[in-house]
T-cell receptor, first 113, second 117 residues
Framework: SQKIEQNSEALNIQEGKTATLTCNYTNYSPAYLQWYRQDPGRGPVFLLLIRENEKEKRKERLKVTFDTTLKQSLFHITASQPADSATYLCALEHPGGYNKLIFGAGTRLAVHP | DARVTQTPRHKVTEMGQEVTMRCQPILGHNTVFWYRQTMMQGLELLAYFRNRAPLDDSGMPKDRFSAEMPDATLATLKIQPSEPRDSAVYFC???????????????FGPGTRLTVL
């Protein structure tokens, strides 16, 4: 079965720096991959989707890459701000289709002023 | 603005009691998902519906969990009888699936925090 690995340890960075979060998966390569943000006590919020034929996707200060050879996605936040502090979840298409997703455990990001 | 709503937001109950959680998906969305989130297991898919029909509930303990969509504006998740190990946050999410198109985003509700004593 598909296994998704995200850094379990929190990532602490200084404001203004670029945060880079990693999502590694085993087994099959999904047709697409999504990133979500989750704040304490709230539901996940969709950020970006990247398809298998796309190498990179950008949205404002966010950038996602998808390397199907390495079976890895990287999520970058440039010029990070304390408001970016949250848990970021990687989600892969489930082989069953129908928009089913398998979520990683998430990486907690803390941006310090 | 359109959002997924869930009730109740918090529920404390005793082992053996029935628990019903409700979700109102975003109007016009044709897919509804139920997830459970715990520290140990993370976010797990329990069941999902397309156009109100159940497509997959393999993530759900069948003997005590049931999920239904009595109409397009209401999805329910029921646990009977509840057990302490069911303590978790339960999220409902909805999305619009377009045939032939991959991977549309899911919109999550605020969750129901369930504590079974």
């Amino acid at each position: 079965s598909q296994k998704i690995e995200q850094n379990s340890e929190a990532l602490n960075i200084q404001e203004g720096k670029t945060a880079t979060l990693t999502c590694n998966y085993t087994n099959y390569s999904p047709a697409y991959l999504q990133w979500y943000r989750q704040d304490p006590g709230r539901g996940p919020v969709f950020l970006l989707l990247i398809r298998e034929n796309e190498k990179e996707k950008r949205k404002e200060r966010l950038k996602v890459t998808f390397d199907t050879t390495l079976k890895q996605s990287l999520f970058h936040i440039t010029a990070s701000q304390p408001a970016d502090s949250a848990t970021y979840l990687c989600a892969l298409e489930h082989p069953g289709g129908y928009n089913k997703l398998i979520f990683g455990a998430g990486t907690r990001l803390a941006v310090h002023p | 603005d359109a959002r997924v709503t869930q009730t109740p937001r918090h529920k404390v109950t005793e082992m053996g009691q029935e628990v019903t959680m409700r979700c109102q998906p975003i109007l016009g969305h044709n897919t509804v998902f139920w997830y459970r989130q715990t520290m140990m297991q993370g976010l797990e898919l329990l069941a999902y519906f397309r156009n109100r029909a159940p497509l997959d509930d393999s993530g759900m303990p069948k003997d005590r969990f049931s999920a239904e969509m009595p109409d397009a504006t209401l999805a329910t998740l029921k646990i009977q009888p509840s057990e302490p190990r069911d303590s978790a946050v339960y999220f409902c999410a909805s999305g619009l699936h377009i045939a032939g198109g991959p991977g549309n985003e899911q919109f999550f509700g605020p969750g129901t925090r369930l504590t079974v004593l």
